[in-house]
């Protein structure tokens, strides 16, 4: 980082299993940002555009219910395919508002669903992705393991850009491969929105030195189609996501939020030196690092 950036980090709630309606509202969520000052925003894990909610994804557990087979084609019909239309329209919301994007979704390869983060350039280019290495509990029955292709943070003009997805985050080395390539915007999107989570993303920006942008799910039950297969899962449900996304600087203080319970964008100026200050006394991959004594090794595919 050289220069102050303003960071947009989003909670919000998909248009649930409509591909098209969710890429409107990111463009228009995009576009408040940007008049904000923004020149990154960051949406949550798989916005696009559903998150696999405990609360009625453990009907997949029984593998032949016709109610969890349909959803999971429905996700897959709503899901993200690379390259494909949807990167395409991605792309251009972000070239259109001149932004970084960066937001989560659930990418399609042939049979497979896989939970990924996309990296979208002020041009346009999809410039980087990452697939979650290991779905959480309830998710590895809709979701594949990812690869190593994204434990990199991505070099850009405002600064190096890296990131993990929710519990991913617990994973010591996956970590510390950011910290390697030298993040200093350190994405922490999520649907976790339990009181500890709070305490992982200060220990992240304590450990990395790094800001860290987390933006977490907001779900209502009554944001389901009614012609969800799952619907009775529902039932009698309200908030089933309640947020907590939040914006933090290197010594672990809360520079915006958490939010809870509504939908939100929030802000947040970061400024180089805090950088610099913090990694004075520890530098996880600089200085505090004996890279004589310890290595790690990635294999990107």
């Known amino acids: 980082m050289r220069e102050p950036i303003t960071v947009a980090c989003v909670q919000a709630e998909p248009v649930v299993l409509d591909l098209d309606a969710t890429l409107d509202k990111l463009a228009l969520l995009t576009a408040e940002a940007r008049g ?36 999971f084609a429905r996700i897959a019909a709503s899901a ?39 990296y979208f350039s002020p041009e346009g280019a999809l410039a980087l992705r ?15 393991q990812g690869d190593g292709g994204g434990l990199r943070a991505l070099e850009t003009p405002i600064g190096r850009i890296g990131g993990l997805i929710c519990w991913e985050n617990y994973m010591p080395l996956a970590r510390f491969a950011l ?16 009181d500890a989570w709070q305490s992982t993303l200060v220990h992240i ?3 990395s ?12 039950a009554s944001a389901y189609p009614d012609d969800f297969q799952l619907a009775a899962e529902l ?35 970061l400024e180089p030196d805090r950088l610099f200050e913090e990694r004075q006394r520890f530098d996880p991959a600089g200085h505090y690092h004996r890279p004589d004594v310890l290595q790690l090794t990635v294999r990107p595919q």
């Open 36 to 71: 904000a000052g923004a020149t990154l925003a960051v949406f949550p894990e798989t916005f696009v555009s559903v998150y696999p909610s405990s609360v009625w994804a453990r009907a997949f557990a029984g593998w032949a219910d016709p109610r969890a087979k349909a959803v």
């Open 80 to 118: 993200v395919e690379i390259p494909g239309p949807a990167v395409d329209r991605l792309g251009a919301i972000a070239a259109e508002h001149g932004v970084w994007l960066v937001t989560g979704v659930n990418e399609v390869d042939r049979g497979t669903l896989y939970n990924a983060l996309l």
């Open 130 to 144: 990452h697939r979650k290495l290991v779905p959480t509990n309830h998710e590895r029955l809709i979701w594949g």
């Open 179 to 194: 910290y390697e390539s030298g993040v200093e915007i350190y994405v922490a999107s999520t649907a976790d929105d339990g």
């Open 205 to 207: 920006a304590r450990e």
């Open 209 to 220: 030195r790094a800001f860290v942008v987390a933006p977490s799910h907001f779900q209502r």
């Open 235 to 269: 039932e009698g449900a309200d908030v089933i996501g309640r947020g907590g996304s939040a914006i933090l600087g290197p010594d672990g203080a809360y520079l915006a939020g958490p939010l809870y319970d509504e939908e939100g964008i929030l802000y947040a100026e």
